[in-house]
């Protein structure tokens, strides 16, 4: 039973363009969403999240928008560049547990 | 520098062999965890402690034994070692102001291979 859902395993764009990741789930008790990047030989990294009492939260070149009632998140990435070629990870946590949630991953490739 | 240090990073081991990986952090995080990634799966947690002396079970835990005796340490105990437990695992702690956020830190990771 996969509560979070990345159903691209993998996504290549071109550097400059726009990236954008998705991420699904089923439990509408999840109160919090993350991401997380991770890099060959490394431990994942935390990116960037969002409440659930919000829609979209920005930090820089990236932007996380949360769609509650299509229980669908996406992070936008804008300008891609190559260093952030890696494998993210959408998280989810809530519904008074406090263990996070993860999706499968999306192994992004960004093209010179 | 703030870090997960686990050891080892890199194991190949036989079936039935007990074995220890250990994990320390130096952040003073009262939340430890441990995960492992596995192909198409993504990261499922096997346990996690809230405090020292309060562990409880992730979404995968059989096969595997914790303790969280100090608070910088929590080791992942494999009793009897399967080749279904051969995978990538990662320890990752978090400060209790910060587990609503859901912020772990993650060590860098250490591949099990059990033959």
Redesign the interface.
Known sequence: DQQVKQNSPSLSVQEGRISILNCDYTNSMFDYFLWYKKYPAEGPTFLISISSIKDKNEDGRFTVFLNKSAKHLSLHIVPSQPGDSAVYFCAARGGGAQKLVFGQGTRLTINP | EAQ?TQNPRYLITVTGKKLTVTCSQNMNHE?M?W?RQDP??????IY?S?NVEVTDK??VPEGYKVSRKEKRNFPLILESPSPNQTSLY?C?SMSQGR???????????SRLTVL
């Open positions: 997960v939340y965890s995960y198409g799966l993504g990261l499922r947690q996690y809230m992730g979404d990662f990752a587990i609503v956020a859901g912020e772990l830190f993650f060590g860098e990771g």
